[in-house]
């Protein structure tokens, strides 16, 4: 089974709603709308289909995603984050020869740390919880950068013709 994080907000909403049909009966009455749920500055949008269920917003319109639209919810996310921005493949494999180093693979292990990205969304929900309820702290636009920049990696990682982690095996020539 591969892992969609795009398709795991829906997912557990679905898992509820397969087990109470008046519910997707009322959702469906409603299909084709979009809505979103918003907690500070970070939001998440939903799809309602026909059956009732739902379908995440990112994942209905990521295949019409353009690279500008991409590159610019990247550039925001650096902007918001500690990192200020990401390795181009093709670059840094050039730079690598350039120095004496001669590829031997470039391969791509996405998919296999996914899981240990999915913790994000819990540990966020956790310190948004603790800081804005417990603590009844006020949130910097810095610190709020950081979390909305923590809830848009997992979308980032979805974008899979623009985005990838790799791992690099290269000899000293």
Known sequence: MKLDPAALPSDIVNRLLAREAWARDKLAAHAGRIFAISVGPATAGFRIGADGTLESWIKAHLSRLEAGDYAALLGYMTRSWAVTCFADLNAFCTALERCGFELLKAEDISWRIAPSVMHVPRVTLAFLTRE??????????????HVLACLIAPWIGVGRPYFGYYLITARKR
């Open 132 to 145: 804005l309820l417990v603590r009844r702290s006020k949130l910097t636009t810095v610190r709020w950068g």
